[in-house]
């Protein structure tokens, strides 16, 4: 059984930081590429920062700079490091593997993050 679970999320003042963790289990970990999403109510999910399984980061416009995507091949493990928050970073955050070969997605089941003072 394929599980994702998130963890990190919480309250933070503007420009502050945290750290958001995600353990996969059941899953190849090193044949998925690796994304964190998030998604305010009412809108579209929106793809935030991806790691390939060789490595490659890529990042949306409004976070680049600022979060930083890792893993952990060993240990299973992707982390969302995330500095300078804003209060338009308030959301749920997802965590999400994707089978490179299959395309097929399995998802956490979300962890918020809400920026204010």
């Known amino acids: 059984q394929v599980q994702l679970v998130e963890s990190g999320g919480g309250l933070v003042q503007p420009g502050g930081s945290l750290r958001l963790s995600c353990a996969a289990s059941?899953?190849?970990?090193?044949?998925?590429?690796m994304n964190w999403y998030r998604q305010a109510p009412g809108m579209p999910r929106e793809l935030v920062a991806t790691i390939t399984d060789g490595g490659s980061t890529n990042y949306s416009d409004s976070v680049k700079g600022r979060f930083t995507i890792s893993r952990d091949t060993a240990k299973n493990m992707v982390y969302l490091q995330m500095n300078s928050l804003k209060p338009e970073d308030t959301n749920v955050y997802y965590c999400?593997?994707?089978?490179?070969?299959?395309?097929?997605?399995?998802w956490g089941q979300g962890t918020q993050v809400t920026v204010s003072s």
């Open positions: 059941g899953i190849i970990f090193s044949i998925n590429t």
């Open positions: 999400n593997a994707r089978n490179i070969y299959t395309a097929t997605n399995y």
